[in-house]
Protein backbone atom coordinates (compact mmCIF):
# COMPACT_ATOMS: atom_id res chain seq x y z
CA UNK A 1 0.00 0.00 0.00
CA UNK A 2 1.47 3.64 -1.25
CA UNK A 3 0.07 6.63 -0.22
CA UNK A 4 -0.72 7.11 -4.20
CA UNK A 5 -3.47 4.61 -3.29
CA UNK A 6 -4.98 6.46 -0.52
CA UNK A 7 -8.50 8.18 -0.74
CA UNK A 8 -8.15 11.70 -0.76
CA UNK A 9 -9.76 11.94 2.77
CA UNK A 10 -7.12 9.40 3.65
CA UNK A 11 -4.77 11.32 2.44
CA UNK A 12 -5.83 14.59 4.08
CA UNK A 13 -6.38 12.77 7.42
CA UNK A 14 -2.44 11.77 6.71
CA UNK A 15 -1.05 14.87 6.20
CA UNK A 16 -2.73 16.25 9.34
CA UNK A 17 -1.45 13.89 11.78
CA UNK A 18 2.01 15.03 10.13
CA UNK A 19 1.29 18.36 10.82
CA UNK A 20 0.34 17.81 14.35
CA UNK A 21 1.17 14.49 15.38
CA UNK A 22 -2.13 13.16 16.67
CA UNK A 23 -5.88 13.52 15.22
CA UNK A 24 -9.40 12.90 16.69
CA UNK A 25 -12.33 11.20 15.44
CA UNK A 26 -14.67 13.62 16.21
CA UNK A 27 -12.38 16.90 14.88
CA UNK A 28 -12.41 14.31 11.99
CA UNK A 29 -16.11 13.53 11.47
CA UNK A 30 -16.68 17.52 11.85
CA UNK A 31 -13.92 18.49 9.62
CA UNK A 32 -15.30 16.11 6.80
CA UNK A 33 -18.94 15.98 7.62
CA UNK A 34 -19.04 12.31 8.14
CA UNK A 35 -20.05 10.03 10.48
CA UNK A 36 -17.68 8.51 13.61
CA UNK A 37 -17.63 5.44 12.16
CA UNK A 38 -16.23 6.37 8.79
CA UNK A 39 -13.63 7.98 10.42
CA UNK A 40 -12.77 5.30 12.57
CA UNK A 41 -13.00 2.83 9.53
CA UNK A 42 -9.84 5.16 7.64
CA UNK A 43 -8.08 5.35 10.59
CA UNK A 44 -8.14 1.31 11.22
CA UNK A 45 -7.07 1.53 7.32
CA UNK A 46 -4.21 3.80 7.86
CA UNK A 47 -3.33 1.94 10.72
CA UNK A 48 -3.56 -1.47 9.04
CA UNK A 49 -1.16 -0.12 6.64
CA UNK A 50 1.00 1.16 9.34
CA UNK A 51 0.91 5.03 8.84
CA UNK A 52 -1.00 5.72 12.24
CA UNK A 53 -1.25 4.03 15.32
CA UNK A 54 -4.34 3.85 16.84
CA UNK A 55 -4.69 5.49 20.59
CA UNK A 56 -8.41 6.10 22.93
CA UNK A 57 -10.14 8.47 20.96
CA UNK A 58 -8.05 8.71 17.37
CA UNK A 59 -4.76 8.11 15.82
CA UNK A 60 -1.27 9.16 16.30
CA UNK A 61 1.79 8.83 13.67
CA UNK A 62 2.79 5.46 13.91
CA UNK A 63 6.16 5.02 16.19
CA UNK A 64 8.65 4.00 13.77
CA UNK A 65 12.30 4.98 13.93
CA UNK A 66 11.57 8.94 13.28
CA UNK A 67 10.01 11.45 15.57
CA UNK A 68 7.37 13.99 15.18
CA UNK A 69 8.96 17.20 13.66
CA UNK A 70 9.86 19.99 16.36
CA UNK A 71 7.25 22.01 14.73
CA UNK A 72 4.44 19.19 15.30
CA UNK A 73 5.75 18.45 18.82
CA UNK A 74 5.25 21.77 19.81
CA UNK A 75 1.87 21.69 19.37
CA UNK A 76 0.90 18.01 20.30
CA UNK A 77 -0.23 18.20 23.94
CA UNK A 78 0.78 22.16 24.33
CA UNK A 79 -1.63 22.81 27.26
CA UNK A 80 -0.11 19.97 29.16
CA UNK A 81 3.28 20.05 28.44
CA UNK A 82 2.86 23.74 30.01
CA UNK A 83 1.08 22.22 33.07
CA UNK A 84 4.04 19.76 33.70
CA UNK A 85 6.64 22.24 33.03
CA UNK A 86 5.14 24.93 35.80
CA UNK A 87 4.92 21.66 37.94
CA UNK A 88 8.14 20.51 37.72
CA UNK A 89 9.85 24.28 38.05
CA UNK A 90 8.07 24.35 41.65
CA UNK A 91 10.07 21.34 42.57
CA UNK A 92 13.52 23.10 41.83
CA UNK A 93 14.63 25.61 44.62
CA UNK A 94 17.07 28.49 43.96
CA UNK A 95 20.51 28.52 43.58
CA UNK A 96 21.30 25.14 42.37
CA UNK A 97 22.81 23.88 39.86
CA UNK A 98 20.81 21.70 36.90
CA UNK A 99 21.10 19.86 33.02
CA UNK A 100 17.81 20.70 31.21
CA UNK A 101 18.41 18.01 28.15
CA UNK A 102 16.32 17.84 25.11
CA UNK A 103 12.84 18.04 24.54
CA UNK A 104 9.82 20.77 24.44
CA UNK A 105 8.45 19.62 27.31
CA UNK A 106 11.72 20.15 29.05
CA UNK A 107 11.65 23.76 26.83
CA UNK A 108 8.58 24.25 29.30
CA UNK A 109 10.00 23.91 32.50
CA UNK A 110 12.86 26.34 31.06
CA UNK A 111 10.44 29.00 30.62
CA UNK A 112 8.78 28.35 33.98
CA UNK A 113 12.02 29.07 36.01
CA UNK A 114 13.10 32.53 34.14
CA UNK A 115 12.29 33.88 37.63
CA UNK A 116 14.08 31.90 39.83
CA UNK A 117 17.45 33.11 41.55
CA UNK A 118 21.13 32.29 41.82
CA UNK A 119 20.70 29.09 39.01
CA UNK A 120 23.64 27.54 36.77
CA UNK A 121 21.93 25.79 34.14
CA UNK A 122 23.36 23.62 31.57
CA UNK A 123 21.99 22.36 28.58
CA UNK A 124 22.64 20.75 25.23
CA UNK A 125 19.31 22.26 23.70
CA UNK A 126 19.62 25.99 22.07
CA UNK A 127 15.95 27.14 22.88
CA UNK A 128 16.31 26.92 26.44
CA UNK A 129 19.40 28.80 26.24
CA UNK A 130 17.98 31.30 24.13
CA UNK A 131 15.12 31.17 26.46
CA UNK A 132 17.23 31.73 29.60
CA UNK A 133 19.94 34.30 27.83
CA UNK A 134 17.88 37.04 29.70
CA UNK A 135 17.27 36.00 32.94
CA UNK A 136 18.43 38.37 35.46
CA UNK A 137 19.59 35.83 37.99
CA UNK A 138 20.71 32.31 35.91
CA UNK A 139 24.10 31.86 34.74
CA UNK A 140 23.68 29.45 31.39
CA UNK A 141 26.41 27.06 30.18
CA UNK A 142 25.59 25.49 26.25
CA UNK A 143 27.38 22.27 26.08
CA UNK A 144 29.58 21.81 22.93
CA UNK A 145 29.28 18.87 20.49
CA UNK A 146 26.95 19.11 17.20
CA UNK A 147 23.68 21.39 16.19
CA UNK A 148 21.16 19.20 15.17
CA UNK A 149 18.91 21.22 12.37
CA UNK A 150 15.75 20.22 13.23
CA UNK A 151 15.11 21.26 16.51
CA UNK A 152 18.41 22.91 18.30
CA UNK A 153 19.24 20.37 19.76
CA UNK A 154 23.21 19.76 20.91
CA UNK A 155 24.30 15.97 20.48
CA UNK A 156 27.25 13.18 20.14
CA UNK A 157 29.67 12.41 21.81
CA UNK A 158 31.41 15.27 22.59
CA UNK A 159 28.30 16.75 24.50
CA UNK A 160 28.48 13.76 26.54
CA UNK A 161 32.04 14.23 27.50
CA UNK A 162 30.80 17.87 28.29
CA UNK A 163 28.10 16.92 30.83
CA UNK A 164 30.20 14.20 32.71
CA UNK A 165 32.34 17.16 33.67
CA UNK A 166 29.70 18.54 35.97
CA UNK A 167 27.82 17.00 39.25
CA UNK A 168 24.71 18.98 39.44
CA UNK A 169 22.11 19.03 42.23
CA UNK A 170 19.38 18.20 39.68
CA UNK A 171 18.64 17.37 35.98
CA UNK A 172 15.46 17.81 34.09
CA UNK A 173 14.80 15.07 30.91
CA UNK A 174 12.20 14.32 28.69
CA UNK A 175 12.06 11.06 26.46
CA UNK A 176 9.83 10.40 23.48
CA UNK A 177 8.55 7.18 25.02
CA UNK A 178 8.24 5.26 28.44
CA UNK A 179 6.48 1.51 27.55
CA UNK A 180 4.40 -0.75 30.10
CA UNK A 181 7.71 -1.93 31.64
CA UNK A 182 9.03 1.32 32.68
CA UNK A 183 11.72 1.70 29.80
CA UNK A 184 12.74 5.35 28.89
CA UNK A 185 12.82 5.40 25.21
CA UNK A 186 14.23 7.70 22.20
CA UNK A 187 15.27 7.78 18.61
CA UNK A 188 18.28 9.57 18.50
CA UNK A 189 21.40 7.45 19.63
CA UNK A 190 23.37 10.52 19.63
CA UNK A 191 20.92 12.11 22.17
CA UNK A 192 20.32 9.19 24.17
CA UNK A 193 24.62 8.91 25.10
CA UNK A 194 23.65 12.52 26.21
CA UNK A 195 20.78 12.03 28.41
CA UNK A 196 22.24 8.80 29.88
CA UNK A 197 25.13 11.31 31.16
CA UNK A 198 22.81 13.56 32.88
CA UNK A 199 21.17 10.68 34.70
CA UNK A 200 24.29 9.97 35.79
CA UNK A 201 26.11 13.05 36.53
CA UNK A 202 23.07 14.30 38.83
CA UNK A 203 21.86 13.96 42.47
CA UNK A 204 18.19 14.11 41.61
CA UNK A 205 16.72 13.47 38.32
CA UNK A 206 13.20 14.82 37.65
CA UNK A 207 10.87 13.35 33.97
CA UNK A 208 8.82 15.49 32.35
CA UNK A 209 6.74 13.39 30.36
CA UNK A 210 2.79 13.84 29.03
CA UNK A 211 0.46 11.01 28.95
CA UNK A 212 0.86 10.58 24.49
CA UNK A 213 4.80 9.26 25.92
CA UNK A 214 2.63 6.14 27.00
CA UNK A 215 0.83 5.83 23.71
CA UNK A 216 4.36 5.81 21.56
CA UNK A 217 7.07 3.76 21.22
CA UNK A 218 10.81 4.15 19.90
CA UNK A 219 13.60 2.07 19.09
CA UNK A 220 16.48 3.19 21.59
CA UNK A 221 16.70 2.78 25.29
CA UNK A 222 18.02 5.63 27.60
CA UNK A 223 17.17 3.77 30.81
CA UNK A 224 14.92 2.83 33.20
CA UNK A 225 12.06 5.02 34.97
CA UNK A 226 13.58 3.38 38.18
CA UNK A 227 16.56 5.64 37.39
CA UNK A 228 14.43 8.68 38.13
CA UNK A 229 13.82 10.24 40.81
CA UNK A 230 10.82 11.97 39.99
CA UNK A 231 8.15 11.80 37.10
CA UNK A 232 5.95 14.87 36.32
CA UNK A 233 3.43 13.86 34.04
CA UNK A 234 -0.23 15.11 33.04
CA UNK A 235 -2.58 12.00 33.99
CA UNK A 236 -1.79 9.18 36.66
CA UNK A 237 -0.48 6.70 34.49
CA UNK A 238 -1.32 3.07 34.25
CA UNK A 239 -1.55 1.21 37.00
CA UNK A 240 1.68 -1.14 36.50
CA UNK A 241 3.42 1.97 36.10
CA UNK A 242 2.80 3.36 39.72
CA UNK A 243 3.93 0.02 40.79
CA UNK A 244 7.14 0.45 39.66
CA UNK A 245 6.99 3.69 41.30
CA UNK A 246 6.18 2.60 44.18
CA UNK A 247 8.88 -0.02 44.41
CA UNK A 248 11.58 1.98 42.87
CA UNK A 249 10.52 5.14 44.99
CA UNK A 250 9.99 6.81 42.42
CA UNK A 251 8.03 10.36 43.47
CA UNK A 252 4.80 10.74 40.78
CA UNK A 253 3.95 13.91 40.17
CA UNK A 254 0.50 14.28 38.29
CA UNK A 255 -1.01 17.69 37.45
CA UNK A 256 -4.37 16.35 36.97
Do not use: Y
Given at each position: MSIDDLSPRQSEILALARQTGRVSVDDLAERFEVTPQTVRKDLNDL???????????????????ENLGYEARQILAQ???QRIGLKAAELIPD????????????????????????LMVITNNINVAYMLRPAPSIDVIVA??????????????????FVKKFKVDY??????AIDEEGALLDFDYREVRVAQAIIANARNVILVADSM????????????????DTF?????????????CQTAGVELVATL
Open positions: CGWRMLQRVHGGAVLSSGVDEKDCSLFINIGTTTEQVARALFSHRDGGQVRQTDGGIVGEETADAVIGVSKLERSAPIRIGHLSQIVTDQTPPEQLIDL
